[in-house]
């Protein structure tokens, strides 16, 4: 279960993997996009922090919502739409000369394998659902 597990000490979306490196990379993107020229700032630099930023938003987002399937599966589409949004601000910035192919490529595996991790449990969501503790009498 490579995407964060539903480990019993589980408590919040912050105890999953995918979180944990979306929120990483979003915070990579921001320090990294600080070195954008001025001209970007209400363009690409304001775009790819937003649409990298959303990745985790919506992970945490879905976490909250886990108790229905249909819910928790759409909020982790949302999420994998804006990595793959993010990709693409990213090829921007290695073509505008911003990031050099080397980090272009490093950023991109990064998010492709936050794609993994979201395909992973958007095919099996119940492995996220909360337990439901009841005291039945045995």
């Known amino acids: 279960m490579g995407e964060g597990t539903r480990a ?7 105890d999953l993997k995918v979180y944990q490196l979306a929120y990483s990379l ?20 304001s775009q790819i922090r937003r649409s990298s930023r959303s990745v985790a938003a919506n992970i945490a987002e879905g976490f ?5 399937p249909s819910m928790f ?7 994998d ?13 290695r073509d ?9 490529g490093e950023l991109i595996e990064r998010y492709a394998e936050i794609g993994r991790m979201l395909h992973s449990m958007i095919e099996r969501p119940e492995r ?11």
């Open 8 to 14: 019993k000490g589980m408590r919040g979306h912050r």
């Open 26 to 45: 979003a915070m990579h993107i921001f320090k990294e996009t600080k070195t954008f020229p001025q001209e970007e700032r209400y363009s690409l630099t």
């Open 64 to 68: 909250r919502k886990r108790q229905y």
């Open 73 to 79: 599966v759409s909020k982790l589409a949302d999420s």
């Open 81 to 93: 739409a804006e990595a793959t949004e993010t990709q693409v601000w990213l090829d921007f910035a």
């Open 96 to 104: 505008c000369g911003y990031l050099s192919p080397e980090h272009h």
């Open 128 to 138: 996220f659902a909360p337990s439901i503790h009841t005291n039945v009498a045995a």
